[in-house]
Nanobody
Framework: QVQLEEFGGGSVEAGGSLRLSCAAS????????MGWFRQVPGKRRELVAV???????NYIDRVKGRFTITGDTAKNTVYLQMNSLKPEDTAVYYC?????????????WGQGTQVTVSS
């Protein structure tokens, strides 16, 4: 059983900062990546940033230069530092852990944490 626990959501004014944290526990092996997704009502969940095992990172264009993902996949932890927040960053943010399995990948999700940015 794999569990992901998230911390750090909240409400800030535009231009403010928040830091999200995620720790995974349980029977974990063969990690491909850890990352953050977000979702607003009525829209698909979208990838925000990902930390690949080995250290490389990827971001969606809308957050480049403002968000930074860090962590250690060997320690099952990932963080998202969010600066210069905008109202359009308002969403539920989900931590994701992806592992290799024989036929592809297995995804695990946290419960989600609300981030609200007011103008």
């Amino acid at each position: 059983q794999v569990q992901l626990e998230e911390f750090g959501g909240g409400s800030v004014e535009a231009g403010g900062s928040l830091r999200l944290s995620c720790a995974a526990s349980g029977s974990i092996s063969n990690i491909n990546s850890m990352g953050w997704f977000r979702q607003v009502p009525g829209k698909r969940r979208e990838l925000v940033a990902v930390l690949i095992s080995g250290g490389s990172t990827n971001y969606i264009d809308r957050v480049k230069g403002r968000f930074t993902i860090t962590g250690d996949t060997a320690k099952n932890t990932v963080y998202l530092q969010m600066n210069s927040l905008k109202p359009e960053d308002t969403a539920v943010y989900y931590c994701n852990l992806r592992t290799y399995v024989r036929d592809g990948y297995q995804n695990y999700w946290g419960q989600g944490t609300q981030v609200t940015v007011s103008s």
